[in-house]
């Protein structure tokens, strides 16, 4: 079988700037890569300006190649402004080198519709290049403090417009689709799961202990971290035995909540840093639905 060429453009994804942004995208797009040639592009700013306007970090490994661009955003107001309009004129710029280089890909992958779904809509209109998006973002519900009915007018518009125009949509939840369904536009979509390495995550049989929870993830307030730790803290009271781990909080507010809960005092841990492994081996059942999605935009 042909391996199709599948050009990714990222809104997140890990890179020196931050090595968890999206550290899930970079997981899929691995495992992807066993059945297709995958292109990453990613922009992410930073604010000493490099000597070129931009830098650029590259990375190549079975099957995957990583393009991580830096470019200069100042912090002043008009800075800001300005940084879209830079970043969208580099943007078409690498694609245009891609294109030049590689070809047209067979199709665009948009991790999360905004904003690398801009670039996305203008490669569609002048290339004819199809993408579908996969949305990972949690703001369509009444209950994230970014949510999407609290956006500005232009993000709302973009956010549609991208959707509109995808030929396939792709979420990692049933309730994250729905949400989109009910607060952006009605669309058929597929949910494929974030994929694991099993090797790590896996079943073992071991002797009856402890019993420990484990919790992954920035603990933005979407995660509710307060109240796991508020249950947890109820239910330690009944099993004074059981332990709770919680990992990848970056601001201190959980510990000093934590703290305040005298149960967590001795038993309670919460790592700066989430501990990295090598990937080696993905789930094979998510990849196989992504195969399906692809082939059913482009048949071989």
Same mark, same amino acid.
């Given at each position: ?9 990222? %809104?997140?994804?890990?890179? /020196? ?13 691995? #495992? ?26 590259? /990375?190549?490994? +079975? $099957? ?12 002043? #107001?008009?800075? /800001? ?7 969208? %004129? =580099? ?24 904003? #690398? ?16 998006? &996969?949305?990972?973002? $949690? ?19 973009? &956010?549609?417009?991208?959707? @509109?125009?995808? &030929? ?12 989109? +369904? ?11 799961? +974030? ?10 049989? /071991?002797?009856? $202990? ?13 995660? +509710?971290?307060?109240?796991? =730790?508020?249950?947890?803290?109820? =239910? ?33 841990? =919460? ?16 990849? #196989? @639905? ?11």
């Amino acid at each position: 079988m042909t391996r199709r060429k599948i050009l990714w453009l990222c %809104s997140w994804y890990p890179g /020196k700037t931050d090595p968890f942004n999206g550290d899930f995208i970079q997981r899929h797009a691995r #495992a992807a890569a066993i059945y297709c040639d995958i292109h990453v592009i990613h922009l992410a700013p930073v604010t000493e300006k490099p000597e070129a306007g931009y830098e650029q970090e590259w /990375k190549q490994e +079975n $099957g995957l190649t990583e393009q991580l661009v830096y470019y200069y955003k100042s912090e002043s #107001a008009i800075g /800001k402004f300005l940084a879209h309009y830079r970043w969208l %004129s =580099l943007y078409k710029k690498l694609l245009r080198d891609y294109i030049r280089k590689h070809g047209k890909p067979d199709l665009v992958h948009v991790q999360i519709p905004m904003k #690398a779904g801009i670039p996305a809509l203008w490669l569609e209109k002048h290339f004819r290049i199809p993408f579908l998006i &996969t949305e990972h973002w $949690g703001i369509y519900n009444d209950v994230a403090e970014d949510r999407f009915r609290l956006r500005s007018p232009l993000f709302r518009y973009f &956010t549609r417009r991208i959707f @509109s125009k995808a &030929t396939a949509f792709i979420s990692v939840s049933r309730f994250l689709a729905e949400g989109v +369904n009910q607060q952006v536009i009605r669309k058929e979509y597929k949910v494929i799961p +974030n994929v694991t390495d099993t090797r790590f995550f896996n079943f073992k049989e /071991k002797e009856e $202990g402890a019993f420990r929870f484990i919790h992954v993830s920035n603990m933005v307030p979407l995660k +509710n971290a307060e109240g796991i =730790l508020r249950a947890f803290s109820t =239910l330690q009271k009944e099993y004074p035995d059981i332990t709770l781990q919680m990992v990848g909080d970056r601001e201190p507010a959980i510990r000093e909540f934590a703290a305040r809960l005298v149960q967590f005092q001795e038993a309670y841990n =919460l790592p700066v840093k989430l501990p990295m492994k090598k990937w080696q081996k993905p789930c094979s059942r998510p990849i #196989a @639905s992504y195969s399906s999605v692809i082939s059913k935009i482009h048949p071989v």
